[in-house]
């Protein structure tokens, strides 16, 4: 009985310290909440980068996503991945990306995102890179992207889409005596 205990004891920490991603910073501007700031790492040379986050809007009215800077970057643009007859486009938003009141907005690899033009330096894994994002009502608001691996799908201790951690897949827990998975 100990063992068990000391089991879902030891599952319980583990949960706690995993249940929200480590990329779990909130920003909030006006009313936009931004979360799950993060990018990929960059292999040596590579001169642009992508930023990915997820926009709330909890007001009344629209605010609009219409650029961004850092010192990472010569240039931060909002861009649109798409799929027109078969092939993917990309392209940059002029007017930016609205985000209409009481929705949600996710930047994410294969649809909209931020370009990073002219990287001064690689963006490396566990890295923090701060950019700064301008909306058109809610102003300039300071962030940093969380830089994940190279392949990375989300932001960093995301497991899965909703960000719950895969137990079956953790290092240790297939052997944890008393633990059926």
């Given at each position: 009985m100990k063992q068990i205990l000391g089991s879902l004891a030891y599952v319980a920490?583990?949960?706690?310290l995993f249940a929200a991603p480590a990329g779990a910073q909130e920003v909030k501007a006006g009313d936009l909440v931004?979360?799950?700031?993060?990018?990929r790492a960059t292999p040596g040379g590579a001169k642009i980068g992508g930023g990915y986050l997820t926009i709330e809007n909890k007001g009344a009215t629209p605010d609009r996503l219409i650029g961004g800077?850092?010192?990472v970057a010569s240039k931060i643009e909002v861009h649109e991945m798409s799929m027109k007859?078969?092939?993917?486009?990309?392209?940059p938003l002029d007017n930016?990306?609205?985000?209409?009141?009481?929705?949600?907005?996710k930047l994410a690899p294969g649809g909209f995102h931020l370009m990073l033009f002219d990287l001064k330096a690689p963006l490396k894994q566990g890295d923090k890179v701060p950019v700064t994002l301008e909306f058109e009502k809610a102003g300039k608001v300071t962030l940093s992207l969380e830089v994940g691996s190279i392949g990375a799908q989300g932001p960093a201790g995301a497991d899965h889409p909703d960000g719950h951690m895969d137990m079956k897949n953790t290092p240790g827990m297939k052997n944890m005596p008393g633990m059926k998975m």
């Open positions: 920490l583990l949960m706690a931004i979360t799950q700031a993060w990018s800077s850092g010192e007859n078969g092939v993917m486009t990309m392209r930016g990306l609205t985000i209409e009141p009481g929705k949600t907005v």
